[in-house]
Nanobody, 128 residues
């Protein structure tokens, strides 16, 4: 059984930074694709970024490109999301997830149905 645990969320002022962590247990993901999504109140879960260690491909949503950065520590089985220049519209619960499909296709990595395991989420609140 795979478990994902996010941490690092909190309250930050606009323009500030946070680093989220996603610790995995039950399966190593050193060669797999991991994704981050977010969900604001009253909105659908939204794609943020996907990263494939095996192919070296990373894809960011336009809304976070240039501000957010994904990285991973395979020895710790942990994925990180570095968030800089935060805006109030970044306020959401952030989730990490493991990708269940084989190919890294943009339409697939953006789709929540392409992921099988999800963490419980961590709240990020950006004040103006």
């Amino acid at each position: 059984q795979v478990q994902l645990v996010e941490s690092g969320g909190g309250l930050v002022q606009a323009g500030g930074s946070l680093r989220l962590s996603c610790a995995a247990s039950g399966r190593t993901f050193s060669t797999g694709t991991m994704g981050w999504f977010r969900q604001a109140p009253g909105k659908e879960r939204e794609f943020v970024v996907a990263d494939s260690w095996s192919t070296g491909r990373t894809y960011y949503a336009d809304s976070v490109k240039g501000r957010f950065s994904i990285s991973r520590d395979n020895a710790r089985n942990t994925v990180y999301l570095e968030m800089n220049s935060l805006k109030p519209e970044d306020t959401a619960v952030y989730y990490c997830a493991t990708y269940k499909r084989g190919l890294f296709l943009i339409s697939w990595v953006r789709d929540t149905s392409s992921y099988d395991y999800w963490g419980q989420g961590t709240q990020v609140t950006v004040s103006s």
